[in-house]
């Protein structure tokens, strides 16, 4: 009797970073597999779905304007009942840190079903930092009972906290699964993209290309000014630069960043970009300045170095390896280091040739092994 898969997501960063998962498990004969996507996020999780050819069982649909994280949370949970009633999974799937994982996970375990956690065990630590996500993949990890983390030092975090060591699998993050399969699908000759045609048109591929993004709730307020800062003085002081800035939508976001860099004639501000044409742009350009953290995990796989805007990471095992700097908000430190890769070649390519500690694209093989063997 074949064994029951239900695998749940419901941000952009998610769908990703389970998407490789879910064309595994499909393949596999030994399982019965569900998708079940929340829509927390929706139209940014839809680019994604469409991407990786990946049409859900379930689609709950529940992104709402203004939406807290206390609706969001109780909704995810009563919505999840009739799914899991209906689907009688033996594992429920969920990934990292979103207010979907943590619900969808106290919601499986009132069911009965077992919990795999997927990206477990990463920790700054701080419960308020990043708010509310460490809370969220804290809780996830004492509800699951798999816990699939993507480095040795993800996993020391889980013993650390009592986890039992037999339920831990170290895979490499999934996002390096997909990142290869992204890559080589939008390299493809028959692969067609509006958005990719666009930024041929809109960017000089002669000049080094600086990729931004950054929507961090902790960066808000002084911390993205100050980081708007530094791009208008790297900006104007190195004319063989263009900085391309897709800029989330949030209004405490777009509002600065228009404002304070708009009209910069190198400096190029678009509206966010779709999976595809994101991890296009990523391979094309020259370094990339971020908050994120999928972006710290993905960027060295493409020998790009990253500038991290943050004073920690849940991710400091690219830190220690020296594909990542962490450069916090200041806009000297950031100037400091992007004109560092910028003028001393030797530097440049010693940080891009490092080695990738998040993986090998076979992380999603590990997972499905590790339960089949169960």
């Not at 595994?24 to 996020?41: E, G, P, R």
């Not at 976001?253 to 190198?266: A, D, Q, S, T, Y």
């Amino acid at each position: 009797m074949k064994k029951k898969n239900l695998i749940v997501f419901g941000t952009r960063p998610e769908a990703i970073k389970m998407a490789p998962l879910v064309r595994q498990f499909l393949q596999n004969d030994s399982f019965d597999t569900k998708v079940c996507v929340t829509a927390q996020h929706r139209e940014m999780l839809d680019q994604v779905l469409d991407f990786f050819e990946i049409v859900p069982d379930y689609d709950l649909n529940l992104m709402k304007p203004n939406q807290n994280l206390y609706s969001l949370t109780a909704t995810i949970i009563e919505n999840m009942k009739p799914v899991l009633d209906e689907v009688k999974p033996d594992f429920v799937y969920v990934h990292g840190d979103t207010t979907t994982s943590m619900a969808v996970g106290i919601a499986a375990f009132y069911s009965g079903a077992k919990i795999c956690h997927v990206e477990a065990g990463l920790r700054t630590f701080d419960r308020q930092y990043p708010f509310p996500e460490e809370f969220n993949r804290q809780l996830t990890g004492k509800i699951a009972d798999y816990h699939f983390s993507p480095t040795e030092l993800s996993k020391k975090n889980l013993l650390a906290e009592n986890t039992k060591e037999s339920s831990i699998l170290v895979t490499g993050n999934t996002v390096i699964d997909a990142l290869l399969y992204g890559i080589e699908k939008v390299n493809a000759e028959n692969f067609k993209d509006s958005e990719i045609e666009s930024l041929k048109t809109l960017l000089n591929f002669q000049k080094k290309i600086i990729l931004v993004t950054g929507h961090r709730r902790e960066n808000h307020g002084d911390g993205l000014i100050s980081i708007c800062a530094a791009l208008k003085t790297i900006a104007e002081k190195n004319k063989d630069v263009e900085i391309i800035y897709p800029v989330h939508l949030n209004p405490n976001v777009i509002g600065p960043v228009n404002e304070l860099l708009g009209g910069i004639e190198n400096i190029y501000l678009v509206s966010p970009l779709a999976y595809p044409a994101f991890i296009w742009l990523m391979e094309k350009s020259y370094l990339i300045i971020t908050d994120s953290g999928g972006i710290q995990e993905e960027a060295p796989s493409l020998g790009k170095p990253v500038l991290v805007t943050r004073t920690t990471t849940e991710r400091p095992e690219a830190v220690d390896e020296g594909t990542v700097i962490l450069v916090g908000t200041n806009s000297n430190r950031i100037i400091e280091e992007t004109e560092k890769l910028l003028n001393n070649t030797a530097y440049y390519n010693d940080m891009s040739m490092l080695h990738n500690p998040y993986g090998d694209g076979k992380a999603t093989e590990r997972i499905v092994n590790f339960i089949e063997a169960l």
